[in-house]
């Protein structure tokens, strides 16, 4: 069974970071897409960023420059590193499994979510 297990968060003020993680089991982790989503109340869900097996990423502009996504395949954990972080950053963060080999719009396994707030 998949278990992905979201941790991390918590409260920042502006410009500071945070390192969220995500353990997954019950699969083979390192072929798979890996995503970091998010949704802040009243707002659309968002994908911030994705990483696949050749460890290629893709960030949502809003994050770009900012936020790094990784992850090693040996602890089968990804990671998103979150700097100078804003308010509008506010939200939560939940870790997602995609497709097999490479990153599309199709993802299967949600995390239970991990929330970051930031003050100004």
């Known amino acids: 069974q998949v278990h992905l297990v979201e941790s991390g968060g918590g409260s920042v003020q502006a410009g500071g970071s945070v390192r969220l993680s995500c353990v997954a089991s019950g699969y083979d982790f390192s072929p798979f897409c890996m995503a970091w989503f998010r949704q802040a109340p009243g707002k659309e869900r968002e994908k911030v960023a994705s990483i696949n097996i050749a460890n290629e990423t893709d960030y949502a502009s809003s994050v770009k420059g900012r936020f790094t996504i990784s992850k090693d395949n040996t602890k089968n954990t990804l990671y998103l590193q979150m700097s100078s972080l804003k308010p509008e950053d506010t939200a939560m963060y939940y870790c997602?499994?995609?497709?097999?080999?490479?990153?599309?719009?199709?993802?299967?396994?949600w995390g239970q979510g991990t929330q970051v707030t930031v003050s100004s």
């Open positions: 997602v499994r995609g497709s097999y080999y490479i990153c599309t719009s199709s993802y299967d396994y």
